[in-house]
């Protein structure tokens, strides 16, 4: 698809080596942070859309994709100074926060951590430890068994080492809050998420994620004890989380706007980019006047 | 698999039906064994030959599991229950005495509500029971993960396949205290047993029912058992809790924490094991 951008940058901070896409027409800065068990590219078909009013970046979160895989730190906090570090040596010091699923949980410990580099933040189809995440891992309570098994330990990685195919197309299809029309992410796009996942020190570091969750929830309960001050826009799949995203980020910030895309399982960024564009868009234009100056 | 006990003969049995495969031995009143995931009857080696001395001494293969039949359906507990109820029958015992351990404790438990005229002394060793005031606290717990990954349907069956061995030990040792219990001939023949088709989902379905299991022990506990039960567990498992939570399904509960002990009671712990339950069945 030639709106796609595949062009990745390389860029070394303190503890990392990052790659990401930028794609910078206009001026707004905002970063986007995908999910899990994804890549940036998660974002392929919303960068095209945005960069004409922003100027976007895509980083691989640490541990996926072409970014480093480090032996620990993937507590969210760690993650979110990961990130940050990033960011400045962009030459970048005040952004929009857009996060999808596991990357909305390091787009909150950003935006709690940092308020006021933070413009805007933009928390699609995720959830939060201590703000509602946990019923989502609760299977007596219609929560999913993937958050026990992939915090398991070593035998996670035995398990799925070789069948990440399997393990992708699994989630991304999953029959609750999987995609709405299966074939708006190709055999290929997965595929691609799935060598992505077989690299040495990627099943560890995914999975790390959720080994990390005890932290950031302790880490959350603190930090959600101030609501976040900046402008901030909840996105919900009708196929996916719903008004969860919502109820959740209310928790935690004070500003709160919300937006459901119809027609779309979790993945929103690639099954309904237009819509998810055009929510974004319109959100940062109605909220940039009210924008604190920095 | 050509495991064997000195004294024991092997009998596939018909039991409504399905086969289930029978290992039987010893003198005395029947006495029915019913092990756990990831096992076979081969979990009670160890203790048989000693209850054998005083016992008509049946284990089992559950429904799902090493020689016995694994058909699409019936793996709530009642069902199993059913299958080894069917067994005893079929041996000519009316009246048995029933120990079960892990999965098969639930079994166990499910089989004394279901058959209160047959069942005359019931052991649980190490586990939660459906129907249990904490059950559903219980799915919350790191400790018991593998509950929601086994429920989750078709999925782990392509997961485990072919790594059954690193699954099996894994398993066990994660949740064993005495690391020296099983020998590695014996992981070997729990993986084995686990990998013959049709055994990967016949466990897994054990826990699949659990909703229903949970619902049927709510409404058995609504009348006590009145049948002595014994109730032990590891005292780094559920040992500290397990008195408690048998009271609420029956009136005549005793037992409490082996020491040094976490989940595989009678590979750990065999010479206290076997002591404790004939003494409670001489009792």
């Known amino acids: 698809m030639n709106t796609e951008i595949d062009v990745y940058e390389s860029l070394r901070t303190a503890d990392m080596r990052f790659a990401y896409q930028r794609a910078r027409s206009g001026e707004i800065p905002i970063v986007l942070l995908h999910g899990w068990p994804q890549t940036s590219r998660a974002?392929?078909?919303l960068l095209p859309l945005l960069s004409s009013q922003c100027d976007v970046v895509v980083p691989d979160l640490p541990g996926f994709g072409y970014t480093s895989k480090p032996e620990s730190g993937f507590d969210?906090?760690?993650?979110?100074?990961?990130?940050r570090d990033l960011v400045q040596a962009l030459g970048l010091s005040r952004v929009a926060l857009a996060g999808h699923d596991l990357g909305g949980h390091v787009a909150?410990?950003?935006?709690?951590?940092w308020p006021e580099?933070?413009?805007?933040?933009?928390?699609?189809?995720?959830?939060?430890?201590?703000?509602?995440?946990?019923?989502?891992?609760?299977?007596?309570?219609?929560?999913?068994?993937?958050?026990?098994?992939?915090?398991?330990?070593?035998?996670?990685?035995?398990?799925?080492?070789?069948?990440?195919?399997?393990?992708?197309d699994h989630f991304m299809r999953r029959?609750?809050?999987?995609?709405?029309?299966?074939?708006?992410?190709?055999?290929?796009?997965?595929?691609?998420?799935?060598?992505?996942?077989?690299?040495?020190?990627?099943?560890?570091?995914?999975?790390?994620?959720?080994?990390?969750?005890?932290?950031?929830?302790?880490?959350?309960?603190?930090?959600?004890?101030?609501?976040?001050?900046?402008?901030?826009?909840?996105?919900?799949?009708?196929?996916?989380?719903?008004?969860?995203?919502?109820?959740?980020?209310?928790r935690v910030a004070s500003d709160v706007q919300e937006a459901l895309i119809e027609r779309s399982g979790h993945y929103i960024p690639e099954e309904r980019p237009d819509e998810l564009a055009?929510?974004?868009?319109?959100?940062?234009?109605?909220?940039?006047?009210?924008?604190?100056?920095? | 698999m050509s495991m064997t006990l000195d004294g024991f003969r092997h009998r596939m049995v018909r039991s409504g039906d399905v086969n289930i495969h029978a290992v039987i031995g010893g003198d005395g009143p029947p006495l029915v064994l019913l092990h756990g995931f990831p096992q076979t009857w081969w979990e009670w080696h160890k203790i048989m030959p000693s209850l054998a001395v005083r016992h008509t001494v049946v284990a089992i293969d559950l429904r799902g599991a090493g020689h016995s039949d694994c058909p699409q359906t019936g793996y709530d507990k009642a069902t199993l229950a059913g299958d080894v109820h069917g067994v005893m029958e079929a041996l000519g015992f009316d009246r048995y005495a029933v120990c079960g351990h892990d999965i098969g404790a639930m079994v166990a438990l499910a089989l004394a509500f279901m058959h209160r005229e047959a069942v005359t002394h019931l052991a649980i060793l190490d586990a939660p029971m459906p129907g249990w005031s904490e059950w559903e606290a219980l799915f919350t717990d790191p400790k018991v993960w593998h509950f929601a990954f086994h429920m989750k349907r078709d999925l782990p069956e392509r997961l485990l396949a072919g790594r059954e061995y690193d699954y099996v030990s894994t398993f066990i040792f994660d949740r064993a205290f005495d690391h020296g219990a099983h020998a590695a001939e014996d992981v070997e023949l729990y993986a084995r047993a686990l990998a013959q088709p049709g055994n990967t989902r016949g466990g897994l379905e054990w826990y699949r029912t659990f909703p229903t299991d949970h619902t049927n022990a709510i409404g058995w506990k609504r009348q006590p058992l009145t049948i002595p039960v014994l109730a032990l567990g590891g005292d780094h498992r559920y040992g500290p809790r397990i008195v408690a939570m048998l009271k609420e399904f029956a009136t005549d509960v005793s037992g409490g924490s082996i020491a040094n002990c976490a989940h595989w009671l009678p590979e750990e712990r065999?010479?206290?094991?076997?002591?404790?339950?004939?003494?409670?069945?001489?009792?």
């Open chain 1, 43 to 45: 974002w392929r078909r």
């Open chain 2, 270 to 283: 065999p010479g206290e094991i076997a002591d404790a339950v004939l003494k409670f069945l001489a009792g």
């Open chain 1, 108 to 113: 909150y410990a950003y935006a709690a951590q």
């Open chain 1, 278 to 294: 055009r929510v974004i868009l319109d959100f940062l234009a109605k909220s940039h006047s009210t924008a604190p100056l920095v």
């Open chain 1, 117 to 168: 580099e933070v413009s805007h933040f933009i928390f699609i189809e995720s959830s939060l430890p201590s703000f509602g995440q946990e019923e989502a891992m609760d299977v007596s309570k219609g929560g999913s068994w993937h958050f026990g098994f992939n915090m398991a330990g070593d035998i996670s990685e035995e398990l799925v080492r070789g069948r990440e195919y399997l393990f992708v």
């Open chain 1, 175 to 250: 029959e609750k809050v999987g995609l709405y029309d299966s074939e708006s992410v190709s055999t290929a796009d997965i595929e691609y998420y799935a060598r992505a996942l077989a690299r040495p020190g990627a099943l560890r570091s995914s999975f790390s994620y959720y080994r990390t969750l005890p932290i950031d929830r302790v880490d959350n309960r603190t930090w959600g004890q101030t609501l976040l001050p900046m402008p901030t826009l909840a996105v919900g799949a009708e196929w996916g989380y719903g008004g969860a995203s919502a109820q959740t980020v209310r």
């Open chain 1, 76 to 83: 969210k906090k760690t993650i979110a100074r990961r990130v």
